[in-house]
Structure formats: C-alpha cells, structure tokens
C-alpha cells in the first residue's frame, strides 16, 4: 500500500507533511505536493500532520486514480523536504469543493 495527497492539498499546501517523512518522498507542484507511491514505506506519520486532512491511505475505496495521480506527477516535479509558509489562501479554501478543476497547475514547485 501507500499513502497519497487527494485534492484539498490544493490551495492549501501547508507542507506540514514533509518535515515528518523518514524517506522524502514528497513532490512539490505550484500548488499542491504529491507522494511518490513506490517510495512511501507506508509508516503513515504524515496523515495527521496535515491541517486539511488531505492524505489518505490507499486502502480506502476509490483510491486508484489519486495513485496513479501521485505516481504521475512525482515524477515530473521537484522533491521537498523543507516545510515552507502555506499559500496565501490556504485557509479560506480549505475544504472548498472542485479544487480540481478550478485551481489545479501541472507547473512544478520550487522543490528544497
Ligand atoms: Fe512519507 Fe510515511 Fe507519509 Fe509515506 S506514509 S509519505 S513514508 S511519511
Ligand atoms: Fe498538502 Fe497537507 Fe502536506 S495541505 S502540503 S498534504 S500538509
């Protein structure tokens, strides 16, 4: 199993999570992270870590398009392992619906 970063991560991007990860295998986008599905060794540390509740283990149902999602995008981003300020938003959108399609960017973060 694994654990992966779902859609409330957009917006948001507290990064909380990456202090905690044993074997750094967080990705940042510009506006959201990733975990990279054949590096997590599922120690599940980083799931309540994170303010907007947005990791998820794959184990619960429905969870194959959010690994594949991960898997993806990992490997065209940058790897973080630093925590950094949320974005400027992070609070008013947490927990708004269709994060997906309103917001989400392919760009890269800066990684660090
Ligand atoms: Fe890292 Fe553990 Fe979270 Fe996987 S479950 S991303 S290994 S902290
Ligand atoms: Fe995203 Fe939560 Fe980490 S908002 S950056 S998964 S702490």
Not at 36 to 53: L, M, S
Not at 54 to 75: C, G, H, L, Q
């Amino acid at each position: 199993m694994t654990y992966i970063v779902t859609d409330n991560c957009i917006e948001c991007k507290y990064t909380d999570c990456v202090e905690v990860c044993p074997v750094d295998c967080f990705y940042e986008g510009e506006n959201m992270l990733v975990i990279h599905p054949d590096e997590c060794i599922d120690c599940g540390v980083c799931e309540p870590e994170c303010p907007a509740d947005a990791i998820r283990p794959d184990t619960e149902p429905d969870m194959e398009k959010w690994v594949e999602f991960n898997r993806k995008y990992s490997e065209m981003w940058p790897v973080i392992i630093t925590k950094k300020d949320q974005l400027p938003n992070a609070e008013e959108r947490d927990g708004e619906d269709g994060k997906m399609d309103k917001y989400f960017s392919e760009a890269p973060g800066e990684g660090g």
